[in-house]
């Protein structure tokens, strides 16, 4: 299994996810398999771990383990996998390390990065149709501002989608370079690198519908749990982070508490830490990834 990527909160994700060292567990989010390794290291031979993830690259980091199965897949079809995998009852905890991989930022050809010169892509599955230079030069004005906006909470995100598309009139905008020319007038001194951070995450998540699949995830792994099963999330921006609360609250990404007869929640988990698990200092030294990322810990209603 090749060393791509650092795992963060590597011991409190898992330590966190496993009840019983024979339990079934679901990493929805391989990557470089740190965290499936990890839970690996910790099951019994009676163990087992399901895996999934879209990057062709993560895939070719399985290791040769019996205990697991890796899947190739978006992770919100999780529930119809775990059924398949024969689990129609639930399995006993699901985790997933939201984001980008370190590999991911790291290859320049994947386009994730402005710290490179590459084609603007920033696909997780190289076999999606959509990529971020058709974002760029195929969106009209005002849908670039709303994701702009949205997704990436990029401040002049109006002037930013009109700066594109004014630069797109005179050639198509293909690369890194080609988009860091379009909006340079635009970026703040001293803090051009911040700003870019927040334009590529915006077409990311665009890009591959991150959203959507995190919604769908949210809802597929409460109904994957089996009563009493842990979900143990990492995120790293506000957006994913206020959803991921907000359907452990309610069981809905709107934070929407629903009430029954007896005026009980109706929300499939409960929260078992109150506040967001956060990186050691230590950690954030030794891996600049950690910086923002909170760890989110729920239980299935018995």
Known sequence: MSEYHIPVLLDESVSALISSTSGIYADATFGGGGHTGEILRRLSPEGRVISFDRDSDAIANKPDDPRLTLIRSDFRWIHNHIIHQGYPEGIDGVLADLGVSSHQFDTAERGFSFRYEAPLDMRMNREAQMTAADIVNGYEQEDLE????????????????????????????????????????????????????????ALRIEVNQEMKSLEKFLSGAAKALRPGGNLVVIT???????????????????????????????????????????????????????????????????
């Open 146 to 201: 709303k994701i702009l906006k949205i997704y990436g909470e990029v401040d002049n995100s109006r002037r930013i989608a009109q700066m594109i598309c004014k630069a797109r009139e005179t050639s198509r905008i293909e690369t890194t370079t080609d988009l860091g020319k379009a909006i340079e007038g635009a970026l703040p001194k001293f803090a051009e690198h911040k700003f870019l951070a927040k334009v590529y995450q």
């Open 236 to 302: 790293y921006h506000s957006l994913e982070d206020r959803m991921v609360k907000n359907f452990i609250k309610a069981g809905n990404i709107e934070g929407k508490v629903e009430k029954d007869f007896y005026g009980n929640s109706t929300a499939p988990l409960k929260a078992v830490n109150r506040k967001p698990i956060l990186p050691q200092e230590s950690e954030i030294s030794a891996n600049t990834r950690a910086r923002s990322a909170k760890l989110r810990i729920a239980q299935k209603e018995e």
